[in-house]
């Protein structure tokens, strides 16, 4: 499986972005998809994940202001980033977990900053 991962980049502090990863190769209809995140001298952390049957499941620290959602005819993951915090900054993995193993994207780059 590969992912690819795109919509990073630089936005103030109260302002929206998304994210989006697709996946390729050997994919298999159960699956969760879903995003994780690592700061600058920060372990990855968990942000959201979904399942192949629309369940969601996020990180406290986003509930409220991140959304994902997955079309599942372009095998696609998104993030939608809302009312972004300077604290937000971080490298952003996608990940792919299913029966055909787990897998991260290249990862992106999101900084909130004034």
């Known amino acids: 499986v590969q992912l690819q991962a795109s919509g990073g980049g630089l936005v103030q502090p109260g302002g929206s972005l998304e994210l989006s990863c697709a996946a390729s190769?050997?994919?298999?209809?159960?699956?969760?998809m879903g995003w994780y995140r690592q700061a600058p001298g920060k372990l990855r952390e968990f942000v959201a994940v979904i399942s192949s049957a629309g369940t969601t499941t996020y990180a406290d620290s986003v509930k409220g202001r991140f959304t994902i959602s997955r079309d599942s005819a372009k095998n696609t993951v998104y993030l939608r980033m809302s009312s972004l915090k300077p604290e937000d900054t971080a490298v952003y993995y996608c990940?792919?977990?299913?029966?055909?193993?787990?897998?991260w994207g290249q990862g992106t780059q999101v900084t909130v900053s004034s």
């Open positions: 990940n792919h977990n299913g029966q055909a193993g787990n897998y």
């Open positions: 190769g050997n994919i298999f209809s159960w699956n969760v």
